[in-house]
């Protein structure tokens, strides 16, 4: 892939994560800078929308609508007439390339790359033996798909680390030509009867090791052990990342401070005040100043959703209806923007449960968990959507639909004997409602969800 693409008066830095308009960073979405990559390197097709969808959102359902969305936000961003709709067919990037030039792309100012980037090396191997090399990768690809479920940071590609493996390059020059502020790296070493792996998160730009930690698995059981160790690696990574970053933030000029810099210093908020009056609201400023620098950041506009209904439910801020109408459009925005993270989601729909918007929260967190399904915030959220459900029902016994939701939670979790149950208490409340009549009330993923158990709560 080249170092840039250049066309008309902008430039794409894949590797940087970065479009410049007239030199200056553009201000873009991470979703829909992956949109601009894919239409640009295949510039010379129309692109169906279902291979748009595949390469942007790997492995994901997502509505047409989101890809929409995105794409008209590019086209704000690049002027209207840079991505054409082909009627039936999909997109395709129109502007002409300009001539390449030989020289590098010249070099950012340091405080233009404001979002947190991570690079995931490949593992020095220690060993001939075939099975621990396989199983170093593995590893890798592991660390890698874990990270990149981390809100607040952009993950380089495994395919561009990939590059590097066997390269003896100093670390700087890597992450350079990288475009990270953080690299992951570390080996693999048989030990006695057991394989040792020893890793180390670096700050790029100054070479220091920010932590550093050895993890052991038995020889004969390393590839069944390998997600276990990747999840240990990524429960002590994750917090020691964030730390870095908000460290690397607090080192920067007031002024100089960007969306990224500014939802972090939320989470920092949070994690040194806790849920305090202080702490609260200085994560919620933050997240607005966030949210201001960069309106198509769909994890600060969901977050902030979050923590807002949080701290009027607690009573640290008033109820009021423009409390509640902020809150919904936050939410409402960023489930737009970003239909496709699980944090986002996840955040988002338990913000709408606590605005007793319970049907469509339900749905946005089940979303949130078909995307994720270890997204512990939104497992935790469904849990209490399914205690107001059981207060709505004993609130109006004769009323269906808190019923219908209790069974669509039920059935998210797992306990499909009660979700039958409360599906037949629903039916009783109402002889006449269809699973059509579910789709209009609840949503089409909760009435796909409620089929199988259809009959069997007849």
């Given at each position: 892939?080249?170092?840039?693409?250049?066309?008309?008066?902008?430039?794409?830095?894949?590797?940087?994560?970065?479009?410049?308009?007239?030199?200056?960073?553009?201000?873009?979405?991470?979703?829909?800078?992956?949109?601009?990559?894919?239409?640009?390197?295949?510039?010379?097709?129309?692109?169906?929308?279902?291979?748009?969808?595949?390469?942007?959102?790997?492995?994901?359902?997502?509505?047409?609508n989101n890809l929409s969305?995105?794409?008209?936000?590019?086209?704000?961003?690049?002027?209207?007439?840079?991505?054409?709709?082909?009627?039936?067919?999909?997109?395709?990037?129109?502007?002409?390339?300009?001539?390449?030039?030989?020289?590098?792309?010249?070099?950012?100012?340091?405080?233009?790359?404001?979002?947190?980037?991570?690079?995931?090396?490949?593992?020095?191997?220690?060993?001939?033996?075939?099975?621990?090399?396989?199983?170093?990768?593995?590893?890798?690809?592991?660390?890698?798909?874990?990270?990149?479920?981390?809100?607040?940071?952009?993950?380089?590609?495994?395919?561009?680390?990939?590059?590097?493996?066997?390269?003896?390059?100093?670390?700087?020059?890597?992450?350079?030509?990288?475009?990270?502020?953080?690299?992951?790296?570390?080996?693999?070493?048989?030990?006695?009867?057991?394989?040792?792996?020893?890793?180390?998160?670096?700050?790029?730009?100054?070479?220091?090791?920010?932590?550093?930690?050895?993890?052991?698995?038995?020889?004969?059981?390393?590839?069944?052990?390998?997600?276990?160790?990747?999840?240990?690696?990524?429960?002590?990574?994750?917090?020691?990342?964030?730390?870095?970053?908000?460290?690397?933030?607090?080192?920067?000029?007031?002024?100089?401070?960007?969306?990224?810099?500014?939802?972090?210093?939320?989470?920092?908020?949070?994690?040194?005040?806790?849920?305090?009056?202080?702490?609260?609201?200085?994560?919620?400023?933050?997240?607005?100043?966030?949210?201001?620098?960069?309106?198509?950041?769909?994890?600060?506009?969901?977050?902030?959703?979050?923590?807002?209904?949080?701290?009027?439910?607690?009573?640290?801020?008033?109820?009021?209806?423009?409390?509640?109408?902020?809150?919904?459009?936050?939410?409402?925005?960023?489930?737009?923007?970003?239909?496709?993270?699980?944090?986002?989601?996840?955040?988002?729909?338990?913000?709408?449960?606590?605005?007793?918007?319970?049907?469509?929260?339900?749905?946005?967190?089940?979303?949130?968990?078909?995307?994720?399904?270890?997204?512990?915030?939104?497992?935790?959220?469904?849990?209490a959507a399914l205690v107001?459900?059981?207060?709505?029902?004993?609130?109006?016994?004769?009323?269906?639909?808190?019923?219908?939701?209790?069974?669509?939670?039920?059935?998210?979790?797992?306990?499909?004997?009660?979700?039958?149950?409360?599906?037949?208490?629903?039916?009783?409340?109402?002889?006449?409602?269809?699973?059509?009549?579910?789709?209009?009330?609840?949503?089409?993923?909760?009435?796909?969800?409620?089929?199988?158990?259809?009959?069997?709560?007849?």
């Amino acid at each position: 892939m080249p170092a840039s693409y250049r066309f008309d008066r902008f430039e794409l830095r894949p590797s940087e994560r970065v479009l410049l308009v007239d030199g200056a960073p553009a201000a873009l979405g991470s979703r829909a800078f992956d949109l601009l990559l894919c239409l640009v390197t295949h510039r010379d097709r129309v692109l169906s929308k279902s291979e748009v969808l595949e390469q942007v959102w790997p492995g994901q359902v997502v509505e047409e609508n989101n890809l929409s969305v995105h794409v008209s936000a590019l086209r704000k961003v690049l002027g209207a007439g840079a991505i054409t709709t082909v009627s039936g067919r999909g997109y395709r990037f129109t502007l002409d390339p300009l001539p390449e030039t030989a020289h590098e792309p010249a070099p950012l100012p340091p405080d233009s790359l404001e979002r947190p980037t991570i690079a995931v090396m490949p593992l020095s191997v220690l060993s001939d033996e075939p099975r621990i090399a396989f199983f170093a990768q593995g590893l890798v690809e592991d660390v890698t798909a874990l990270l990149a479920r981390v809100p607040g940071f952009i993950l380089i590609a495994h395919a561009s680390s990939l590059a590097f493996r066997g390269h003896e390059a100093p670390l700087q020059d890597v992450a350079r030509q990288l475009g990270v502020r953080f690299v992951v790296q570390g080996s693999v070493r048989p030990k006695a009867d057991a394989l040792r792996v020893s890793l180390q998160l670096i700050e790029a730009a100054s070479a220091r090791i920010l932590w550093s930690a050895q993890f052991d698995s038995r020889a004969d059981e390393a590839v069944d052990a390998q997600e276990t160790i990747a999840r240990g690696i990524i429960s002590e990574l994750e917090p020691e990342l964030t730390r870095a970053e908000i460290a690397h933030i607090r080192r920067q000029r007031p002024e100089n401070l960007g969306a990224w810099a500014h939802y972090h210093e939320a989470v920092g908020a949070l994690a040194a005040k806790g849920w305090s009056a202080d702490g609260m609201a200085t994560a919620r400023s933050e997240l607005l100043c966030s949210t201001r620098l960069d309106p198509s950041f769909g994890l600060s506009h969901s977050h902030y959703a979050l923590l807002t209904i949080l701290a009027s439910n607690i009573g640290m801020v008033p109820d009021t209806p423009d409390l509640r109408a902020d809150v919904l459009a936050s939410a409402n925005s960023a489930i737009t923007l970003d239909d496709g993270s699980s944090e986002v989601l996840g955040y988002a729909g338990c913000a709408l449960c606590d605005l007793g918007h319970y049907k469509r929260g339900i749905d946005t967190l089940q979303h949130a968990l078909e995307l994720n399904p270890s997204n512990a915030q939104a497992h935790v959220a469904m849990g209490a959507a399914l205690v107001e459900a059981r207060l709505s029902c004993r609130a109006d016994p004769r009323f269906h639909l808190p019923h219908v939701l209790q069974a669509a939670t039920f059935e998210r979790l797992g306990a499909t004997a009660d979700a039958v149950a409360a599906l037949s208490a629903a039916r009783q409340r109402r002889s006449e409602l269809s699973l059509d009549e579910v789709t209009l009330t609840h949503g089409r993923r909760i009435s796909e969800r409620l089929a199988p158990l259809w009959q069997q709560a007849g």
